[in-house]
T-cell receptor, first 112, second 111 residues
Framework: DAGVTQSPTHLIKTRGQQVTLRCSPI?????VSWYQQVLGQGPQFIFQ???????GRGNFPDRFSARQFPNYSSELNVNALLLGDSALYLC???????????FGSGTQLSVL | QKEVEQNSGPLSVPEGAIASLNCTYS??????FFWYRQYSGKSPELIMS??SNGDKEDGRFTAQLNKASQYVSLLIRDSQPSDSATYLC???????????WGAGTKLIIKP
């Protein structure tokens, strides 16, 4: 079975622009989580979605939003990009009854 | 503020020796504990999960949990150069599925 897939792998944007990151979970996984990882730090929780409903939100500004589609894939949107948004954005999927996260390869976002 | 603390390292261990990685957490309500391995430029990969006090072994890896001391550790026996990576400790409070992560310990296995 395919793992978690994320696109694009790399992205370069300028301040003020908007970006959309995409994620497809492992088949059978209905929960998708998004994390931001800055170099040298652990991942920071952004959102979790289950059955198209937001189940949790981390301490991120309203510029960050997400949604989950009927096929359980997900998008993360970031508006009005700041230099500090430069990071590796990780998507993880999990089974509904399980806390174990399986990560995609990530999207490296650079904001210039 | 819920926190997970790890020594950033680097921790240098000779090949074939035991590597010991440590993690402390602040919230006594934490229920689930995970160790992830992250190679440079890659995403985290789950190695071990542990939920109750004591030891849990899986191959060359042993996770140890002491809830009274709010301490979780990972032992890697017969360390190999391929074990060189950053090891991340993650903790789940209750069952809200939001993991709190440490900053990771960089492990270097010297041939």
């Amino acid at each position: 079975d395919a793992g978690v897939t994320q696109s694009p792998t790399h992205l370069i944007k300028t301040r003020g622009q908007q970006v959309t990151l995409r994620c497809s979970p492992i088949s059978g996984h209905k929960s998708v989580s998004w994390y931001q990882q800055v170099l040298g730090q652990g991942p920071q929780f952004i959102f979790q979605y289950y059955e198209k409903e937001e189940r949790g939100r981390g301490n991120f500004p309203d510029r960050f939003s997400a949604r989950q589609f009927p096929n359980y894939s997900s998008e993360l949107n970031v508006n009005a990009l700041l230099l500090g948004d430069s990071a590796l954005y990780l998507c993880a999927s999990s089974r509904p009854e399980d806390e174990k996260l399986f990560f995609g390869s990530g999207t490296q976002l650079s904001v210039l | 503020q819920k926190e997970v603390e790890q020594n950033s390292g680097p921790l240098s261990v000779p090949e074939g020796a035991i590597a010991s990685l440590n993690c402390t957490y602040s919230d006594r309500g934490s229920q689930s504990f995970f160790w992830y391995r992250q190679y440079s430029g890659k995403s985290p990969e789950l190695i071990m999960s542990i939920y109750s006090n004591g030891d849990k072994e899986d191959g060359r890896f042993t996770a140890q949990l002491n809830k009274a001391s709010q301490y979780v550790s990972l032992l890697i026996r017969d360390s190999q150069p391929s074990d060189s990576a950053t090891y991340l400790c993650a903790v789940n409070l209750d069952s809200n599925y939001q993991l709190i992560w440490g900053a990771g310990t960089k492990l270097i296995i010297k041939p």
